[in-house]
């Protein structure tokens, strides 16, 4: 039997899945007690006695545990064991110091012999042999219960150190009935316990240490923390994302990462998002940053992914195919230091998104389902009848125009004369102010041992619409991990699949809010679509409904990595990644969906699209780790390798004379359009990076890249990147801990490097040709040129310099940091014009330019109250950036000296000053500063930018005992388009038959009035709105958009279902997350976000559901 290529393609994540879970089958079943050699074999010259426990350690899988202030690792010895016991050899070579051995589970525990002399063993020495020995028997626990194998036990004033055995079982002999045992675990707060009865059992719970600034960091390549980082990582988890409501969860990065803004076009699901990090580098390039999963950089980037429209309602990204519930944290890479490893795709910074993994224990199953409602979370307040129909009127008056009921005539006013001026509706509410039911459900499956761990999740999501309309986006997801480790801990593997498919329902049009709210009736009375009344044609908006946009969206994540340790300092890596991404779309227009009374001979048309991306990445690597003395190095070399195949179709059909047959192009009778596109981008690096810690406290991190791309030309195909960056802990120094004790935390750090941008289209510096479809030349198809030959242009270089200081207080309950950084950008690329005469508008070139991004950066996190029962939890961060031109040669003789200003923003607003609406004649006036009578470049000033003053967020969380509360928020100060510039740019002038907001009731009636708004017309050519492209282009058509959004609120109880030993643990978890739930502002002209009034407004989503886990 044969499968379609469609019906193959849907197999792939399914057989992966199915080999995934042989495969973890196969290796939860091998046996879990692999023996540990006790005889090793080796011959050293002049070898330390460290080296030689590391020798040891790698034939044996045993760890050492002794007193560095008693034993001398540093003295160097000649020595040579063939194929001896463990024991025997470190007796031969610690007896003559004085010293004995045993082992205890994994552990070889070196120790002062007695001074009469002592016997080692394996085992640990039963009381008996001693009236007065005790052994002492315990456990040492986490706060779940799980044993904590290979936890420290030190026996307080002395320097006798144990270790627990795998099941955290330890056994040590003591020669006092009362004594503290001080027990400590990575990760976990150090605990003393005092023994009092030696004969009685002891247990031992370690709580884990809950400092943020021990917390894994993902960067490039690796993992560090942010205690011991050289450079500037922000971290979101994954419990701040399962809260947002949203399919998108990118959106849960607002107001939480200082330097990150996040723009939101529409409200509509599915949108993509405009992010920026650090304002602005480039001036054409992609200013986006580099969006990597699970390691593999996606291709798609956060372009959109659209091919068939272009409007914000209907645009289309990536990320809402990721489900939030599978991500465990979102890393944001800034500064050198962190992305310079990543070469030409850094400049712009890195969003990190790492998938859960398994974790050991038992098998646990988790299951959760919500449901909510979303609303438009902002509105304008329009004119009713009475108001709209009196605007009218006095417009004819300020015109001298009478009413006529003749289309054509100046004077047409169907609204007045031929509408029931009785009818009222109010078009937002009907076509935006519906309820939009969402729906998520998902289910996970994790568990394993201590050497495999897997996890598997399937998830649902649904969201309906505003509109009035059966709309919706539909996504379902699947991702499965394994992760495995050999006995010996030498060799680690790791796959991760990740698979979504998505299906968008989208409204391909502008809002019709402003329609005259006494339009007419949508409906006649047989319930048939009105399209006239009185004389006057009628765009019906819900015939409008019917030109819908359906995007489907197939993504493929999969990420193979492996590593095996060669020696005990040099292991090697391979990491492999395939991510596939196919999207279909259809734009229909219905035969159904067209007014009669305007067009004859209707017909349907139908667009088709296809846009496939696929990538495969390779990228070996070695990692070497020494410690050297005091320190520790850390050398990684490797290579990157990625090729990416992009193959864009799209069709149109006209002529449809069935709306039936609009989902198939075969049904169409003409082909109007016809396009087919293939591009190939190949990419290569070598990499390197070298950390030493010197004491944990001194920290020198270098970094290096050469990238080669196939965006250049062969002549300009290669660069080089890299970075230097360095920390000082300067509060381990003994000198601080007297002065400043209060001070727990203190590092001063900095970073400078170049990295670079190759975000450009492929193939710009080939001449290239297109296909012309429909323009046969004597019924041969032709060819026409799209570019010239253009070898010359080259990669452009971003230098970054940053430098923090990050202080923690009262042993880190309160953390800050302090950044300040500088980006310069040169060799920017840009469009240079050509002459009309070469049949081209221009090509790609660099220029002279340089371009200035900096700022401060300032966070506070703290644990204003903390004890068992209670957690308040607030955090703050707040970003001054500043954008600025330096530099462009010849700037006032190019193209753009009318765009861009030296000393200003890349977005800056150089527009004409106005000095409002003219008292005696009613109209708005600008300044004409030389006073010719026009306006001329010398009459623009700067009046600011569209780049934030500043922005941030805040956040709270509160926990007592079993509920928990927590708010996050995030404010903005800018200048945003206003509805003056939306309704002029629009022709929606006030006056004409458009319906208005009732801001525009503050408008000049009579000479002498001071309004903010002109008087009405109907003429839109006439003397009150015949400046409109100047009004536009002034500063009246921008206004104060800052804001202050409560982005997300959670608030969840969690009951414990059974606590019997004989029952397993049941969680049930109830909650109720929020979004958008309300926004403090004084921009009164729609949502100061999207800042558009025909575009959806962000919306505002409360969900409720229940959390069941079962472990």
Sequence with gaps: MQLSRRHASALYPMLLFQFSLYLSTAVIAQDRSSPIAMKVTFSVHNTTLHDIFDTISAQTQLHFFY???????????????????????????????????????????????????????????????????????????DSTGTPLPGATILIKGTNNRYSTKEDGQFFIPATTPH?????????????EYPVTDPEKDISVVLHQHTSPLDETVIIAYGTTSKRLNTGNVAKVASNDIEKYPTSNPLLALQGRVPGLTIYQASGAPGTPLDIRLRVQNSFLSNNSPLIVVDGIPLPTGNQNINLLTAHPNSNVGIFSILNGIDIASIEVLKDADATAIYGSRGGNGVIHITTKRGTAGKLKLTADY??????????????????????????????????????????????????????????????????????????????????????????????????????????????????????????????????GKDRNDMFNN?????????????????????????????????????????????????????????????KVKFNLGYNSLMANENLRIPIKSQNPYLTDNITGTSSFGNNNFKSYLVEPQAEYNRRINNGELTILGGASFQYTSNYTFTITGTGYTSDALLSSIDGAPIIS?????????????????????????????????????????PEHRFSNFGSVGAAWIFSEEPFVKGVLPFLS??????????????????????????????????????????????????????????????????KDRLLTSFAYFQNRSDNQLLNYALPIQTGFTGILKNFDALVQSSGWEFAINGDIIKSKSFIFNAAFNISIPRNKLLRFNNLANSSYAGTYVIGESLNVLYKLQSKGVSSDSGVFRLADADGNGHYTSADYKVIGSLDPVYHGGVQLNVQYKRFSFSLAGEFRKQLVPNYLYGTYVN???????????????????????????PKYSTKPTGTVYGSRKEIVNSEEAYSDGSFLKCRNVAVSY??????????????????????????????????????????????????????????
């Excluded at 944990?696 to 965006?711: A, F, H, P």
């Excluded at 429909?774 to 010359?792: H, I, R, S, V």
């Excluded at 022709?987 to 708004?1013: C, E």
Aim: net charge positive.
């Design 67 to 141: 007193s560095h202030n008693d034993l001398d690792d540093q003295e160097k010895y000649t020595f040579r064991a063939i194929n001896e016991h463990v024991l025997t050899v470190v007796n031969r070579l610690v007896n003559k110091k004085g010293f004995s051995c045993k082992i205890e589970g994994e552990n070889v525990v070196i120790f002062r012999s007695p001074a009469a002399g002592a016997q080692t063993q394996e085992d640990p020495p039963a009381a008996a042999a001693d009236p007065k020995t005790y052994r002492l028997r315990g456990q040492v626990l």
């Design 179 to 191: 004594l503290v045992l001080k027990i400590s675990y990575t990760g976990f707060d150090t605990e």
């Design 370 to 499: 919500t449901m909510g409602v979303s609303q438009v979370s902002s509105k304008l307040s329009l004119l009713n009848t009475p108001q709209y129909l009196s605007l009218r009127h006095e417009a004819f008056r300020n015109d001298k125009l009478a009413l006529s009921n003749t289309p054509g005539a100046p004077g047409y006013a169907p609204d007045i004369l031929s509408w029931d001026t009785t009818r009222y509706t109010d078009w937002q509410k009907w076509q935006i102010g519906g309820n939009a039911p969402t729906s998520r459900a998902n289910l996970f499956l994790s568990g394993g041992n201590a050497t495999t761990q897997l996890m598997t999740s399937l998830g649902f999501y649904r969201e309906g619409t505003v509109l009035p309309s059966d709309m919706a986006y539909l996504r379902g997801t699947a991702s499965f991990s394994l992760n495995h480790r050999s006995a010996d801990d030498k060799f680690r593997l790791g796959v991760y699949a990740n698979y």
């Design 510 to 570: 502008s809002l019709s809010i402003l329609l005259p709210p006494n339009a007419p009736k949508l409906y006649n009375d047989d319930n048939q679509f009105n399209w006239i009344e009185g004389n006057e044609p009628f765009k019906n908006p819900a015939a409008e409904l019917l030109k819908t946009y359906v995007h489907e969206t197939e993504n493929q994540i999969v990420n193979l990595n492996a590593e095996y340790a060669i020696l005990q300092d040099l």
């Design 673 to 713: 359009s016809k396009l087919t596109n293939r591009l190939e981008y190949k990419y290569g690096a070598v990499f390197g990076r070298i950390t030493y810690k010197l004491r944990n406290r001194y920290i020198v991190n270098l970094s290096g890249r050469r990238d080669g791309s196939s965006k250049f030309s």
């Design 745 to 810: 935390f203190g590092k001063l750090r900095s970073s400078i490097g170049v990295t670079g941008n190759d975000q450009i289209a492929d193939y710009k510096y080939l001449d290239t040709w297109s296909l012309s479809f429909g323009n046969p030349y004597q019924n041969t198809t032709t060819m026409t040129p799209d570019a010239l030959y253009n070898p010359a242009y080259t990669w452009e270089r971003t230098r970054k310099i940053e430098a923090a200081l990050e202080l923690g207080f009262f």
């Design 987 to 1013: 022709n929606f002038f006030p006056g004409t038959m458009v319906n208005q907001s009732d801001i525009v009731l503050n408008h000049w009636r009579q000479k002498g009035d001071n309004a903010r708004y």
């Design 1054 to 1111: 969690t009951l414990d279902m059974h606590k019997r030993k004989d029952k397993r643990p049941v969680q049930l978890t109830i909650f109720c997350n929020a979004q958008n739930l309300f926004t403090i502002s004084r921009y009164k002209e729609g949502d100061p976000e999207t800042a558009n009034i025909l575009f959806l407004p962000t919306l505002r989503t409360i969900a409720g559901g229940i959390r069941f886990s079962l472990q």
